[in-house]
C-alpha cells in the first residue's frame, strides 16, 4: 500500500540550527507521538505520517522514513526534507504519500505546525460512513464540537501535489479533517497539541462506535450547551496538552527509553 517517494537530489544545506536543542527536542516529542499511537493500536503498517515544522523554519519538516513501522520510530530516524522533498538531513526517504499530503499541508496552511495523518479504526470507521461522522453525543467528542470538517471527494492515493493541495484546501480553518473512505488528518500550533486532539478524537470516536453498536438511539447534546462544553475545554486545552506529552515521554522513558535516542 506504501510507496517510497523519488526525491530531488540531496540539498546541500547544512546548517547548525538542525542540531539545536530546539530541534533535537522537537525529534524527541515527535517520536514519542510514534510510539505511543503504536502502543494503541492508532497505526497502520508502514502506512501512517507524522509530520512537523522545523523549529525556527518555514521550509523544513520532520517526517518519518519509508520502510518503518510507528513502532520503531526513534528521535534519530526521523527525516528533516525540505517542502520540495529533497532530504536535509535523516537516512532514506519519505512516503510518497506523506510527502504529497504533508508539505502540501505545511505550505498551504502555515499555522499547521504538526500534522498527524492516520487510518485509526475508530475514527476511520466513522470515515467509512455516510453523513457527518461525529454525533455530538459524549463529552470527550465535544472536543472538537465546531473544528472538523469532513472531505467527501476520496479521489485515490496522494501521489503529486495536485491532490496535496486539493487535501489542503479542503481543510480551511479546521483542526480536524475527516476524509471519506481513508482517515483523518488533524493539525496543530505543536506536536503536543496535534497528539493531543488525535488521541481524544480517537477515543470520542471510539466511544461512538461502542453505543451505536447497541442498535439504540444516540443522544445529542444541545448545541449550545455543546458549544459552552467545547469552550470550557478549549480554555485550558494547551497546558493540557503538554501535560499529556510529557506523560507519554514519562511512560516511554520507563519502557522503552531508545525512542529517545
Known amino acids: 500500500m506504501a510507496h517510497a517517494f523519488e526525491a530531488p537530489a540531496p540539498a546541500l544545506l547544512r546548517n547548525s540550527e538542525l542540531d539545536s536543542a ?11 507521538c510514534f510510539r505511543m499511537a503504536a502502543k494503541l493500536g492508532m497505526h497502520e503498517g508502514i502506512c501512517n505520517h507524522f509530520s512537523a515544522m ?42 510518497a504519500t506523506a510527502f504529497y499530503i504533508h508539505a502540501r499541508l505545511h505550505l498551504n496552511n502555515p499555522r499547521a505546525k504538526a500534522a498527524f495523518h492516520t487510518h485509526m479504526p475508530y475514527a476511520t470507521s466513522l470515515a467509512m460512513l455516510e453523513g457527518p461522522p461525529l454525533v455530538w453525543a459524549g463529552q470527550t467528542a465535544l472536543k472538537f464540537y465546531g473544528r472538523t470538517v469532513v472531505d467527501e471527494n476520496y479521489n485515490g492515493l496522494a ?59 444516540l443522544k445529542p447534546v ?10 470550557q475545554m478549549r480554555e485550558g486545552d494547551r497546558e493540557s496538552a503538554a501535560l499529556h506529552l510529557e506523560s507519554i515521554k514519562r511512560q516511554l522513558m520507563a519502557e522503552a527509553p531508545e525512542f529517545a535516542e
Not at 487535501?167 to 483523518?184: C, E, L, P, Q, R
Not at 444541545?222 to 469552550?231: C, D, F, G, Q, S
Open 22 to 32: 530546539a530541534v533535537r527536542q522537537a525529534r524527541i516529542d515527535l517520536a514519542a
Open 54 to 95: 522545523v523549529p525556527g523554519r518555514d521550509d523544513l519538516m520532520l517526517v518519518n522514513p519509508y520502510g518503518y513501522a510507528f513502532a520503531e520510530m526513534t528521535a534519530s530516524r526521523l527525516l528533516i526534507t525540505d517542502l520540495e522533498g529533497r532530504v536535509v538531513a535523516g537516512q532514506g526517504v519519505p512516503e
Open 222 to 231: 444541545p448545541a449550545e450547551l455543546a458549544r459552552k462544553t467545547y469552550e
Open 159 to 217: 501521489l503529486d501535489n495536485a491532490e496535496g493541495d486539493r487535501i489542503a484546501a479542503s481543510m480551511g480553518d479546521a483542526d480536524i479533517v475527516f476524509m471519506k473512505n481513508h482517515g483523518v488528518m488533524v493539525v496543530g500550533p505543536s506536536v503536543a497539541e496535534a497528539w493531543d486532539d488525535l488521541y481524544y478524537l480517537e477515543r470520542a470516536a471510539q466511544a461512538q462506535c461502542l453505543a451505536m453498536s447497541t442498535g439504540r438511539q
